[in-house]
């Protein structure tokens, strides 16, 4: 085991300890998620955030010079499981905090108290950029060339772009296999997954149902999987809260507001606030406020309505797998305009009420015309965002009226994905036209030299291995033609 990091299980009854490489994706004693765990006595911390500005704006071409430019790697000292020579980057994470008075004014918060850390600027236009760097670095470092997700559109998005680019000319490519549910992922999105030549399954279902798929497939066909239950994209993702903090010159906010889906994002922040502290490099954390869509509320019932909460790592499965239960058997399924966080069994819910009790945290959901009306509001000053993102300043106008957060506190809310990856939403909010239910003339087979088409699979394991060994075989050398 190498001293310094390992994997180890976030249920304090068991907490079993694993190697950094070995490959799992759960506890193999009791089930539960898995953390990335350092000895940080072992680790060259340095003393102070600020340590990290003298690296901001350096691009050298070699590899120190390509990770400090990185707003990933640039922080590595915080996520010390990369070895410098297995690190990929695509200069992800140059992301920078906006001060954003005006649409705090429409708010009624006091000039300087609103902040949005927009992560759309990200080169596939999403947060996932984050993870997918320190995800497609451990993939390295093991070796593996299949890579696959489960995705609303971006997680899949960024993998396809990342595996594109990971392997360095006269290597062999990476493969990028893609499970997406049909007609449920925004079409910005979809065309980015297919132009970067991944192999795209669309399932005919959920992201529930092709989260359950992907995570059988990888583990029957051994391909590695880069969703957020992965440990290590979570520690790509810690860098957007070490930015925010660096936005404000390392004073902490009072309140991070981010929209919940898969409940990665919220994990990671969760842990990002748990280490600085331990490590003595912020003297408080800040409050979590994460935001549901109303039609894909599992966080907020399971909180608000159960009483649900992270019991110092003594999670109450039975009453989660009750909730499951009672969703499969009245046929309750997620169902939202954001289609991002259109998911009714978040994977990292465990770790999200970690975070909730490390950061002091709350939870409320918001309604779809709400969310889009939102989202309009941030356009109207200047940002954009996709439908999910702009959940997080909702959910900031609904704390406001609460009277849960004050005018005048210091507020960031993330906002996590470009508007442009779903055009579609913004076209039918300002001029009512659908454009899904259009009718289209019926589709002409593509002719492209490149066309890489996805591929309609029944969603049953055998049928989906079937497809991925004749089209994604070990060998793979590039994209499909
Ligand atoms: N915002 C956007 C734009 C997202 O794409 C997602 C998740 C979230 C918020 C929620 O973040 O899962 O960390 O709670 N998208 C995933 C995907 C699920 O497949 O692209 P989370």
Redesign the pocket.
């Known amino acids: 085991m190498e001293d310094h990091v390992y994997q180890q299980c976030i249920n304090a009854d068991c907490r079993a300890d694993y190697a950094v490489d070995d490959v799992l994706f759960a506890c193999r004693r009791c089930g539960s998620l898995l953390d990335v765990v350092y000895d940080w006595d072992k680790v060259n911390v340095p003393g102070s955030l600020a340590f990290f500005e003298q690296r901001w704006g350096t691009a050298g071409r070699d590899l120190v010079g390509r990770a400090d430019y990185s707003g990933v790697w640039r922080f590595r000292e915080l996520l010390p499981f990369a070895r410098l020579e297995d690190i990929v980057t695509v200069g992800e994470g140059r992301t920078t905090l906006q001060q954003a008075d005006r649409l705090g004014l429409d708010l009624n918060m006091k000039p300087g108290s609103l902040f949005l850390q927009y992560?759309?600027f990200n080169p596939s236009g999403?947060?996932?950029d984050n993870g997918m760097a320190a995800g497609f670095t451990m993939a390295r470092r093991l070796g593996r060339r299949r890579v696959a997700?489960?995705?609303?559109?971006?997680?899949?998005?960024?993998m396809a772009m990342f595996a594109s680019m990971a392997a360095p000319a006269g290597e062999p490519s990476v493969q990028g296999i893609v499970f997406v549910g049909s007609g449920k992922?925004a079409f910005g999105?979809l065309s980015q997954t297919l132009d970067h030549g991944a192999l795209t399954l669309q399932i005919d279902g959920d992201?529930d149902a092709c989260m359950r798929r992907v995570l059988e497939m990888s583990d029957k066909l051994g391909i590695y999987l880069l969703?957020?239950l992965n440990p290590f994209r979570l520690e790509g993702?810690k860098t957007i809260m070490y930015r925010v903090l660096e936005g404000l010159d390392w004073q902490v906010p009072d309140w991070i507001i981010?929209?919940?889906?898969?409940?990665?994002?919220?994990?990671?922040f969760g842990k990002a606030f748990l280490e600085l502290h331990h490590l003595g490099l912020v003297d408080r954390v800040p409050r979590l406020a994460?935001i549901n869509a109303s039609g894909a509320n599992t966080l907020y019932d399971m909180v608000n309505e159960r009483g649900l909460c992270w019991n110092a790592g003594r999670v109450d499965h039975d009453a989660i797998a009750d909730h499951y239960r009672r969703m499969d058997e009245t046929g309750q399924r997620a169902r939202t305009v954001?289609s991002?966080?259109e998911?009714g069994r978040?994977v990292?819910l465990t770790k999200?009420l970690r975070a909730l009790d490390v950061m002091d945290g709350v939870v409320r959901q918001i309604d779809d015309e709400t969310i889009l009306d939102h989202k309009a509001m941030v356009g109207r000053y200047g940002y954009s965002?996709?439908p999910?993102?702009a959940?997080s300043v909702a959910g900031l106008h609904l704390l406001l009226d609460e009277g849960v957060i004050s005018k005048s506190e210091r507020v960031v809310c993330?906002l996590?994905?470009h508007s442009l990856?779903d055009p579609d939403a913004t076209v039918k909010y300002h001029t009512g036209i659908d454009v899904k239910a259009a009718k289209w003339p019926d589709p002409v087979p593509p002719t492209g030299k490149r066309s890489n088409h996805p591929v309609e699979v029944a969603d049953d394991l055998a049928a989906i291995c079937k497809a991925i060994g004749e089209l994604a075989p070990e060998e793979a050398q590039g994209p499909r033609n």
Do not use: M, Y
């Open positions: 992560e759309g999403s947060f996932k997700c489960a995705s609303t559109g971006n997680t899949s998005a960024s992922i999105k992201f969703n957020s993702q981010a929209p919940g889906g898969n409940l990665g994002n919220s994990s990671a994460i954001a991002a966080i998911i978040p990292n999200a965002c996709e999910a993102s959940a993330v996590t994905g990856k």
